[in-house]
Protein backbone atom coordinates (compact mmCIF):
# COMPACT_ATOMS: atom_id res chain seq x y z
CA UNK A 1 0.00 0.00 0.00
CA UNK A 2 3.35 2.18 0.76
CA UNK A 3 3.97 1.84 -3.22
CA UNK A 4 0.37 3.05 -4.28
CA UNK A 5 0.58 5.86 -1.86
CA UNK A 6 3.79 6.90 -2.97
CA UNK A 7 2.81 6.88 -6.62
CA UNK A 8 -0.23 8.74 -6.01
CA UNK A 9 1.83 11.34 -4.12
CA UNK A 10 4.14 11.40 -7.08
CA UNK A 11 1.53 11.61 -9.62
CA UNK A 12 -0.27 14.63 -7.79
CA UNK A 13 2.77 16.84 -7.25
CA UNK A 14 4.01 15.98 -11.31
CA UNK A 15 0.87 17.63 -12.29
CA UNK A 16 1.70 20.56 -10.04
CA UNK A 17 4.99 20.64 -11.09
CA UNK A 18 4.25 20.26 -14.75
CA UNK A 19 2.59 23.52 -15.16
CA UNK A 20 5.55 25.61 -13.94
CA UNK A 21 8.39 23.33 -15.33
CA UNK A 22 8.47 24.95 -19.11
CA UNK A 23 6.86 27.91 -17.87
CA UNK A 24 7.43 30.98 -20.59
CA UNK A 25 10.27 33.61 -19.61
CA UNK A 26 10.77 35.47 -21.82
CA UNK A 27 8.83 38.60 -22.16
CA UNK A 28 6.25 38.29 -25.61
CA UNK A 29 7.31 41.33 -27.22
CA UNK A 30 5.75 40.14 -31.05
CA UNK A 31 3.46 38.34 -32.57
CA UNK A 32 5.48 35.16 -33.33
CA UNK A 33 6.47 35.09 -29.26
CA UNK A 34 2.44 35.27 -28.72
CA UNK A 35 2.15 32.24 -30.98
CA UNK A 36 4.68 30.61 -29.73
CA UNK A 37 3.71 30.89 -26.22
CA UNK A 38 0.43 29.66 -26.91
CA UNK A 39 1.79 26.55 -28.62
CA UNK A 40 3.87 25.69 -25.53
CA UNK A 41 0.38 25.94 -23.67
CA UNK A 42 -1.00 23.31 -25.55
CA UNK A 43 1.77 21.19 -24.81
CA UNK A 44 1.56 22.44 -21.37
CA UNK A 45 -2.40 21.11 -21.07
CA UNK A 46 -1.84 17.97 -23.25
CA UNK A 47 0.48 16.93 -20.58
CA UNK A 48 -1.37 18.13 -17.76
CA UNK A 49 -4.75 15.67 -19.16
CA UNK A 50 -1.95 13.13 -19.79
CA UNK A 51 -0.34 13.22 -16.03
CA UNK A 52 -4.00 13.55 -14.78
CA UNK A 53 -5.42 10.46 -16.93
CA UNK A 54 -2.17 8.00 -15.43
CA UNK A 55 -3.30 9.62 -12.67
CA UNK A 56 -7.06 7.78 -12.85
CA UNK A 57 -5.29 4.65 -13.61
CA UNK A 58 -3.48 4.65 -10.28
CA UNK A 59 -6.34 5.66 -9.20
CA UNK A 60 -8.51 2.74 -10.12
CA UNK A 61 -5.59 0.05 -9.21
CA UNK A 62 -6.22 1.54 -5.58
CA UNK A 63 -9.98 1.55 -5.26
CA UNK A 64 -9.54 -2.31 -6.10
CA UNK A 65 -7.31 -3.14 -3.48
CA UNK A 66 -9.93 -0.89 -1.05
CA UNK A 67 -12.52 -2.82 -2.05
CA UNK A 68 -10.73 -6.13 -1.92
CA UNK A 69 -9.46 -4.89 1.64
CA UNK A 70 -12.85 -3.37 3.23
CA UNK A 71 -11.13 -0.11 3.04
CA UNK A 72 -13.26 2.95 2.80
CA UNK A 73 -12.96 4.66 -0.73
CA UNK A 74 -12.91 8.12 1.38
CA UNK A 75 -9.77 8.76 3.46
CA UNK A 76 -10.20 12.15 4.71
CA UNK A 77 -6.48 12.24 6.42
CA UNK A 78 -4.53 10.91 2.90
CA UNK A 79 -6.60 13.38 1.41
CA UNK A 80 -5.33 16.19 3.62
CA UNK A 81 -1.72 15.01 3.36
CA UNK A 82 -2.54 15.31 -0.44
CA UNK A 83 -3.49 18.43 -0.06
CA UNK A 84 -1.00 20.10 2.24
CA UNK A 85 2.07 18.57 0.44
CA UNK A 86 0.74 19.69 -2.86
CA UNK A 87 0.36 23.82 -1.41
CA UNK A 88 3.90 23.46 -0.37
CA UNK A 89 5.19 22.47 -4.11
CA UNK A 90 2.25 25.33 -5.66
CA UNK A 91 3.88 28.39 -2.93
CA UNK A 92 7.54 27.53 -4.09
CA UNK A 93 5.84 27.88 -7.82
CA UNK A 94 4.28 30.95 -6.77
CA UNK A 95 0.47 29.62 -7.22
CA UNK A 96 -2.26 30.20 -4.42
CA UNK A 97 -3.37 27.76 -2.23
CA UNK A 98 -6.81 28.34 -3.72
CA UNK A 99 -5.81 27.39 -6.64
CA UNK A 100 -3.86 24.21 -5.64
CA UNK A 101 -6.85 23.38 -3.18
CA UNK A 102 -9.61 23.66 -6.36
CA UNK A 103 -7.72 21.52 -8.57
CA UNK A 104 -6.71 18.94 -5.97
CA UNK A 105 -10.41 18.78 -5.04
CA UNK A 106 -11.66 18.33 -8.69
CA UNK A 107 -9.53 15.56 -8.96
CA UNK A 108 -10.08 14.04 -5.75
CA UNK A 109 -14.18 14.10 -6.39
CA UNK A 110 -13.88 12.45 -10.25
CA UNK A 111 -11.35 9.96 -8.36
CA UNK A 112 -13.68 8.74 -5.38
CA UNK A 113 -15.98 7.88 -8.03
CA UNK A 114 -13.53 5.70 -9.58
CA UNK A 115 -13.08 4.17 -6.29
CA UNK A 116 -16.60 3.62 -5.35
CA UNK A 117 -17.96 0.11 -6.31
CA UNK A 118 -20.05 -0.69 -9.38
CA UNK A 119 -23.65 -0.99 -8.04
CA UNK A 120 -25.34 -4.50 -8.43
CA UNK A 121 -28.06 -4.37 -11.01
CA UNK A 122 -30.79 -6.73 -10.97
CA UNK A 123 -31.99 -7.86 -14.16
Known amino acids: MNTLKSILLIGVTSLITIATAHAQTKPINTEADFDAARVKIDSLDKQMIKTIGERQRIVREIGVYKAKNHIAPLQP ?35 LKLEEPAPMHNE
Not at 96 to 110: D, K, R
Request: hydrophobic fraction near 40%.
Open 77 to 111: ARFKQVVDKAKEIGKAEGLSPELIEEILNAIHTES
